[in-house]
């Protein structure tokens, strides 16, 4: 039996009903724009170059050149694009991304094979301990680590673990593992088990139904739960901070508040390591647009 | 108005019940035979460990005398609370905690609502500017507050050189130096960054709604605003509701945006209790942890209060 | 063993943590026969390519190819951290052998250090310039060797002070006169740079009190932070500089950078500055000038002070090794070299004559005069890196809100804090 992924339908996964109101569908249906749809245009225009200015802004100033950095101008005379490679040959900044790819793609390995059987299982059996678990993992999503910060920092010492990329990846991990089995659990769910059943009347183990028939089916879902734990991850600062102290050992988030120095604060290198950072996750998350919106429909709307 | 709208199946949370593709109660071996542990067992040892120990570390270091290089001096008793009550500041932050997160809250939900229905309608460019709409989402939070703090900056910041070229203000002001324009300008910022998914939450709400009721209450007559309040906002109340607590939670906890630019400064002026806790921590470990566990009380109470709202006791029994 | 010693300094409470802790880190004797010990630095550097770092493995390098049974473990932090890294670091057990950053105090009181007698030879130790030497001791004892010295005094913008017409203040008075001036014929946008936010707040403020006899503590070393000098201190800048906009609006979350950046870029008057802002002021291109700094009733012939210290730790029970890297560290050529790196001042008899003689450092002349009438924080109290904490973090306040009230916060924190430390 041959299931294929609703991954064309920006709508939701197959056991969605809802239909899609006004997304592809209805584009297709009106070509022509009316002029209320140039006013919707524009200001939605607008609205996403106020979005993107903060960041252009960042773009510019890291471009600028040292003296020019407390000019009162809008772009510099010229620009310095050697600031872009300075800012990685002159700093830590090479050893905090590895670190920041390391923990984020950790953090998302570890929070897929843990968040997938607890959501699949919570989804499809009504086991003792259902409700608690959830409970569990409602109260989970509603505790930050800024908030518990010193409790953490104390047992990872106790735990000897500072400094260490693992209790980065387990701390990042836990703290978004709330958010995936909430996401999967109700994906999951809104696949029919019957077409699970099906499968396994044609042979197929539990197992292999789980992989060939709700996994393909999910997949939507399990993007969204993995992009978002990545993103938060490769975003995360507080924990980076306070639990790791030595520079290259941090996150990226936090090597880069090091160019906030003693004397100075070199606002174009700052800038210059920011892009770098932010850069991949803005280029990801692009890609995955389409899924972020079936995922969250899925997974948060239920 | 004779549009009657059926709700989603689902009420509100994680709990996917009632759903005749949710979860059975009787299995045929397999799986349910070795019971949940082997299931859910992993996702619970993480959560124990990196979620529930902390909290108890946290509530035994705030009764602990702790030198300022880290020293366990011995108990403390409640010192530290009386310590932390006594604090100037203490009423103002907590003030300011509340005044910040109703405000966030609120003024994000609301501009969310409007920017989802914007998203929603096809339009030239829609793909592209919801890349825009992501941009604040996808950046770190800290590098978007160091990024406002500078372009506030009084000497060198565009914000500042574009609006006295618009005229706006008479000249280069320094918006963050002072807790009554710092406020304003954090909480744009705190905003700015809800927004996406927030927007994002509810766009996926918005593409819930079978297209099939809006037929139905056009063909009933109704105009596009009482189709907005009958159909569409009882619709995407789930969705709002999700929106609405998870920032809930992440506006009340934040600490990069206001870190990155006042550091609560002057003194704790424009501090949360977030960052007051922060503060405390170099001079005081112990009152820093007594902070944390108040906050910590509070969002216990900001769940039960939810829990309470969305009824999770009478769902899924 | 460690254990044992690091838990006399705490309660029996802590006994399991640090237990746990302390066996974890060894970096100690290997197989090999070397020893390892851990040295913790604050970088000096303003941009990358100076970074202390490079100046240590320097250093570390020189000194391994001399001594081949000990290995010198290198780690520069960010002056911005490095308070908080250390924290964690004793905290974890992980403590460093070597540590060279702004304070010592706190360190004697959880009795981690070893006495400066211990790991420096007489030689060494004699040749640190008496009064540094002094402001290491903690009830006469003393555990902080100084590393690196600086003195403040008044830097002006010559360009800005001539197109205003006006010449070099010696008081506060003449002080507010030219900021005025400055101010009235458009000379520079910030008259005179008050940074009293929390980067240094409390230097800036002890700099301002002693114009006024006032300071910290007194004879004693007991604190006098709301004494009516410090109080008139700051009304008077107040109601002379702030309020008639002749600083910056809100002196309390300015900081010390964005004062030195903007005197770099010629739009500040006025400041006081250390050593490390002639390179930058030079670099902008800014016509400066040092003065000694106005008092309320004239020029000051005594100034602020600041050292950073080394101290060693005894935890690791590396005595011999680091007394060692110490003597090697402080000889003539290293001490010399960072100096001039940094532009910072000498803590050592030797390197100050050379640097006073050499004729390659006319621009710190007038901060070498002042060096040995230096006003020092009060290092010696244990409670002191609190209160400096609580000044760095409230104090700027003091010109905006009701200056009385403000110090007097500050003075019922000190003393809280001085008794709980048992001062």
Same mark, same amino acid.
């Not at chain 1, 680590?145 to 990872?156: D, K, S, V």
């Not at chain 2, 506006?251 to 600490?255: G, L, Y």
């Not at chain 3, 690091?6 to 409470?13: D, K, N, Q, T």
């Given at each position: 039996m ?11 996964p ?8 006004g ?10 724009y ?13 609205l996403a170059?106020i ?10 100033t ?13 772009l ?5 694009w050697k600031n872009?490679?300075?800012?990685w ?14 923990? &984020?793609g950790?953090?998302?390995l %570890? #929070?897929?094979?843990?968040?997938l !059987?607890? @959501? ?5 059996? =009504?086991?003792?301990?259902?409700k &608690?678990?959830?409970l569990?993992? %409602? #109260?989970?999503?509603?505790?930050q !680590?800024? @908030? ?5 920092? =104390?047992?990872?010492h ?5 400094n260490?990329?693992?209790?980065l ?25 019957e077409?699970e ?5 044609d ?6 139904a789980?992989?060939r028939v ?13 992009i978002f734990?990545?993103i938060?991850t ?22 880069i508040?090091n160019?906030?120095?003693n004397?100075t604060?070199?606002?174009n ?6 892009v ?15 899924h972020?919106?079936s995922?969250?429909t899925a997974?948060?709307v239920? | 108005?004779?549009?009657?709208v ?11 019940g ?25 996702a ?8 529930l120990?902390?909290i ?22 409640t010192?530290k ?7 100037s500041?203490?009423?103002s932050?907590?003030t ?7 405000a966030?809250?609120?003024v994000t ?6 920017l989802?229905?914007?998203?929603n309608k ?5 793909t592209?500017?919801?890349?825009a709409l ?5 950046a ?9 703090r500078?372009m ?17 203000i008479?000249?280069p002001?320094?918006?963050?130096g002072?807790p ?6 954090m909480?744009?910022?705190?905003v700015?960054?809800?927004?996406p998914?927030?927007?994002y939450?509810l ?6 709604i079978?297209h ?6 056009r ?19 789930p ?6 607590v998870?920032?809930?939670?992440n ?5 990069p ?9 002057p003194?704790?002026d ?9 503060q ?18 509070m ?5 039960l209060?939810?829990?309470?709202v969305?009824r ?6 | 063993?460690?254990?044992?010693r ?8 802590s006994a ?11 970096g100690g ?24 770092k490079?100046y240590?493995?320097?250093?570390v ?17 960010n002056?911005n ?16 052998d ?5 304070g010592?105090a706190?360190k ?13 030879s ?11 030497a ?14 690196v ?7 002006y ?20 006169a030219a900021?005025?001036?400055?101010k009235?014929?458009?000379?520079a ?11 240094e ?10 114009g006024n ?12 932070i ?28 300015t900081?010390r950078?964005t004062?030195?950046?903007d ?9 006081n ?5 002639i ?7 800014v016509?400066?000038?040092?003065a000694?700094?106005?008092?309320k009733?004239?020029?000051l ?14 935890d ?10 110490l ?12 100096d001039e ?27 070498f ?13 244990t ?15 003091a ?24 001062e």
């Open positions: 041959k299931v294929s992924a609703p991954s064309g339908t920006p709508g939701g197959a056991g969605n009903k809802a239909g899609n109101a997304g592809k569908g209805a584009a297709k249906r009106r070509r022509k009316g002029p209320r749809t140039l006013v919707i245009a524009a200001s939605a225009w607008m170059v979005f993107i200015a903060p960041y252009l802004e960042m773009i510019i890291a471009l600028r050149p040292a003296d020019e950095l407390r000019d009162r101008t809008y510099p005379t010229s620009f310095e872009l490679v300075d800012v040959e002159e700093s830590t900044l090479g050893d905090n991304l590895q670190v920041t790819l390391l923990i &984020a950790g953090a998302t %570890l #929070v897929l094979l843990v968040s !059987p607890a @959501a699949y299982y919570t989804a499809r059996v =009504r086991y003792r301990g259902r &608690a678990f959830l569990l993992v %409602l #109260v989970t999503q509603m505790f !680590p800024t @908030a518990l910060l010193i409790g953490l920092y =104390r047992q990872f106790q735990l000897e673990m500072l260490s990329t693992w209790t990846i387990l701390a990042n991990g836990a703290f978004n593992l709330a958010f995936a089995v909430w996401i999967l659990t109700a994906y999951i769910s809104s696949i029919p088990a077409l059943e099906a499968a396994m009347v042979g197929t183990g539990r197992f292999g789980l992989f709700t996994l393909p089916l999910a997949m939507p879902g399990v993007v969204t739960a993995l734990t990545f938060a490769w975003n995360e600062f507080v924990m980076g901070l306070t639990l790791m102290t030595e520079p290259e050992k941090q996150p990226l988030t936090v090597g508040n160019f906030i120095g004397y604060v070199e606002w290198y700052l800038f210059a390591a920011s770098v950072a932010i850069l991949p996750v803005v280029v990801l998350f692009a890609f995955i647009e389409r972020v919106v995922g969250l997974g948060s239920k | 108005m004779p549009v009657t059926k709700e989603p199946a689902a009420g509100t949370g994680p709990g996917p009632g759903r005749k593709t949710g979860p059975q109660r009787r299995r045929r071996g397999g799986i349910a035979r070795l019971g949940p542990l082997p299931w859910i067992g992993p619970v040892l993480l959560i124990v460990v990196v979620v120990w902390p108890y570390e946290l509530i035994r270091t705030s009764f602990l005398n702790v030198s300022i290089s880290g020293f366990v001096r011995g108990s403390a008793g010192e609370y009386r310590q932390l009550f006594d604090e500041g203490f009423g932050v907590l300011m905690t509340v005044v910040w997160t109703v966030v809250v609120g939900m609301l501009v969310s609502l409007g989802a229905q914007l998203f096809p339009f030239p460019g829609r592209v500017t919801r890349w992501i941009a604040p989402w996808a770190s939070v800290l590098m978007t507050a160091i990024g406002f500078w506030l900056d009084q000497t060198a910041g565009v914000l500042n050189t574009l609006m006295t070229d618009l005229g706006l008479d000249g002001k320094d918006w963050l002072d009554a324009t710092a406020w304003p300008w909480m744009f910022v705190a700015f960054v809800s927004l998914f927030t927007t939450t766009l996926a709400g918005l593409q819930t079978p099939e009721v809006y037929e139905a209450a063909i009933d007559g109704a105009g596009a605003r009482q189709t907005y309040w009958r159909v569409t906002v009882p619709l995407l109340r969705a709002f509701l999700v929106g609405f998870i920032n809930l939670i506006v009340f906890n934040s600490f945006i206001i870190w990155g630019m006042t550091q609560g400064g003194g704790s424009t501090a949360t209790t977030t960052v007051f806790m922060y405390l921590k170099s001079t005081d470990i112990g009152e820093s942890a007594a902070m944390s566990v108040v906050n910590f009380a969002v216990v109470v900001l769940v209060i939810f829990l309470k969305s999770w006791n009478k769902e899924d029994a | 063993m460690r254990t044992v690091l838990i006399s300094a705490g309660a029996a409470a399991l943590v640090l237990g746990l802790a302390a066996c974890g880190d060894d004797g290997s197989e090999d026969g070397t020893t390892t010990i851990k040295l913790v630095a604050a970088d000096y550097g303003d941009k990358a390519s100076n970074a202390s490079v240590w493995d320097d250093v390098k020189r000194f391994e190819a001399k001594n081949e049974d000990i290995k010198v473990d290198v780690q520069v932090i002056w951290d490095i308070d908080t890294k250390v924290k964690t670091m004793i905290q974890g057990g992980n403590v460093p070597i540590l060279q950053t702004g010592y706190d004697v009181a959880d009795d981690l250090l070893y006495e400066a007698d211990e790991v420096l007489p030689k060494t130790k004699s040749n640190l310039i008496e009064s540094f002094k402001a290491g001791e903690v009830d006469g004892t003393q555990y902080g060797i100084p590393f010295s600086s003195a403040r005094l008044m830097f913008n010559k360009e800005v002070l001539d197109k205003a017409g006006v010449d070099v203040p010696q008081t506060w008075d003449d002080v507010a900021a005025q001036k400055i009235d014929e458009k000379a946008e910030i008259p005179y740079a008050l940074p009293l936010g929390p980067e707040a409390q230097g800036e403020s002890m700099i301002w009190e002693l006899g006032g300071g910290y503590t007194d004879a004693e070393g007991n604190y006098t709301d004494s009516e000098q410090n109080v008139e201190t700051f009304e008077w800048l107040r109601e002379n500089l702030v309020d008639p906009g002749l600083t910056y609006d809100n002196p309390a979350t900081d950078k004062a030195f950046a005197f770099a870029a010629g739009k500040v008057g006025m400041l500055g250390h050593p490390t802002l390179q930058m002021a030079k670099d902008g291109g016509d400066y000038e040092v000694p700094i106005p008092g009733d004239g020029p012939d005594s100034t602020l002070g600041v050292a950073d210290w080394m101290m060693a730790f005894k690791g029970g590396k005595q011999e090794e680091i007394k060692k890297f003597d090697f560290a402080y000889a003539k050529e290293n001490t010399l070299k960072f790196m940094y532009n910072l001042m000498p803590v050592t008899t030797d390197t100050l004559e050379e640097m006073q003689s050499n004729g390659k450092h006319k621009d710190l002349e007038p901060f005069e002042v060096l040995p009438s230096a006003e020092f924080y009060p290092l010696g109290n409670s002191w890196d609190v209160v400096s904490a609580e000044i760095k973090k409230s104090g700027g306040k010109v905006s809100d009701d200056p009385g009230d403000v110090l007097g916060e500050l003075q019922q924190k000190a003393e809280d804090t001085a008794a709980d430390m048992g």
